[in-house]
């Protein structure tokens, strides 16, 4: 697999949310907006891409009985960092995210990468890895950020399209949560056999 194959399997073939069905936590918690699936996708990109590089570059020091106690705490590291920078200058969005944030340390798509790629391979590719593997997991809480946001109250990126009286309110909440990402999962499935 060259670097570009390694770059663009995150985005459809092995997508962390619409292929693989992991971090359903965040996807479904904070993409109430396109702007808190944007942020929460960034956010966890920089630790994907950071734990990446660390594990790779760590993996021949650690013993493998402390193997994922070491990535978490890494990891951990990574999240804490993202938190106090967007705390400092991104309050807004950190007020929005809330609880969501720390819980990036026990995303699977960011624990799975240390595992199952970083652990067993180099830092470029582990950086490409995150990197593809981030910017993916990004896309897709944007994507579906912005589906439920234009069908809950009209609106995109805060940007008003429609009237919020004509929103459908379910899409804003929980439930629309996992109807707008079902659909979304068969378009994409759709898309892919075609």
């Known amino acids: ?12 073939k092995e997508n962390a949310v619409f292929t693989l069905l992991l971090g359903m936590c965040p996807t479904l ?12 996708g960034l956010a966890t990109t920089f630790v994907l891409i950071m734990s990446n590089i660390v594990v790779s570059l760590v993996k021949d020091l650690i013993p493998d009985k402390v193997r994922i106690p ?4 890494i990891i951990a590291s990574f999240v804490t960092v993202v938190e106090l920078l967007m705390q400092a200058y991104l309050p807004a969005l950190f007020e ?4 969501f944030i720390p819980l990036i340390v026990v995303n699977c798509v960011v624990l799975g990468r240390a595992e199952a790629f970083a652990s067993k391979n180099g ?3 582990s950086l490409v890895d995150g990197a593809g593997m981030g910017l993916g997991f990004a896309m897709a809480l944007t994507i579906l950020g912005a589906v439920r946001e234009f069908l809950g109250s009209g609106k995109m990126f805060d940007m008003v399209i429609f009237p919020e009286q004509y929103g ?27």
Do not use: E, W
């Open 29 to 40: 918690g904070v993409t109430s907006s396109a702007v808190n699936g944007l942020g929460m």
């Open 123 to 125: 830092v470029l590719s």
């Open 168 to 194: 459908m309110l379910v899409f804003v909440l929980a439930p629309g949560a996992f109807i707008a990402l079902g659909y979304l999962i068969a378009l994409i499935d759709r898309i892919k056999k075609a």
């Open 1 to 12: 697999m060259n670097q570009l194959q390694n770059f663009t399997k995150g985005f459809f």
């Open 70 to 73: 070491s990535f978490i705490v």
């Open 96 to 99: 929005s995210l809330g609880l």
